[in-house]
């Protein structure tokens, strides 16, 4: 139960987050124009902010969700894809939740940025799953 408690958490987070109208709110209007002005590769710093966070609050996710369901069992690829898929739902399920808040709205360009954060987290988690597994070898091996 305490493995689940992170990623319930950082759901509701999440739904929390995505429930503000304005989710700008904290920052000055120059802040703000200041983020659209700016470029950097072509792109606003606005939307290069937006999008890395996507990318950031689904790796967390993604990271938290597979943690918990490998708890008592071994990360294989299937539970890579399971992780991945309802990861990827719950974007999708954020968006249309956002068509309901003042402001808001679908964006599929979210979702995708939604999949590549889920795919990073995963991707962190398998590295770390492996490294971890790599200790006891390396310890049995110098006795």
Known sequence: MIYNLPHILWSAFIFIASSISDPLFFLSQEAVHFLKRTRFFGQSLLN????????????????????????????TLRLFWITFAVTLLYGVSDEIHQVFV??????????????????????????????????????????
């Not at 996507?54 to 069992?73: D, K, P, S």
């Not at 979702?111 to 200790?135: E, P, S």
């Open 48 to 75: 290069l902010t937006w999008a890395m966070s996507h990318v950031f609050v689904y790796a967390v996710l993604a990271f938290l969700f597979v943690r918990a369901l490998a708890y008592h069992r071994h990360f």
């Open 102 to 143: 003042p402001g808001r709205g679908f964006q599929l360009y979210d979702i995708l940025m939604d999949g590549v954060g889920a795919l990073l987290g995963l991707g962190i988690y398998a590295l770390h799953n492996f490294k971890r597994a790599q200790k006891p070898r390396e310890q049995a091996l110098m006795l």
